[in-house]
Nanobody
């Protein structure tokens, strides 16, 4: 059973920092792109940052220069360092990964349960 488990998040004042981490576990053959998405109340889920297995990254424009995504392929983890947080960053943040499990050998999208990030003004 493959699963993604997030940690981090919480309440922070504007201008503060938070660090989100996500660990993939289970019977995994390979992990491809990993990333973070977020969903604010009343809005659609949006991509925040993604990183390929080779380390290539892509960010939504609103977080460029403030957020940094990184991964550890040996530990199957992905991290999102969030600096200079703004109230508009408030959302539930979800970890996502493209994973091929050993059981099926079929690449599929997996999601974490989400972690709340609240930025007060």
């Amino acid at each position: 059973q493959v699963q993604l488990v997030e940690s981090g998040g919480g309440l922070v004042q504007a201008g503060g920092s938070l660090r989100l981490s996500c660990a993939a576990s289970g019977s995994i053959f390979s992990i491809y792109t990993m990333g973070w998405y977020r969903q604010a109340p009343g809005k659609q889920r949006e991509m925040v940052a993604v990183i390929t297995r080779g380390g290539g990254t892509n960010y939504i424009d609103s977080v460029k220069g403030r957020f940094t995504i990184s991964r550890d392929n040996a530990d199957n983890t992905v991290t999102l360092q969030m600096n200079n947080l703004l109230p508009e960053d408030t959302a539930v943040y979800y970890c996502n990964a493209e994973i091929t499990p050993k059981i099926t050998f079929r690449k599929s999208d997996y999601w974490g349960r989400g972690t709340q990030v609240t930025v007060s003004s």
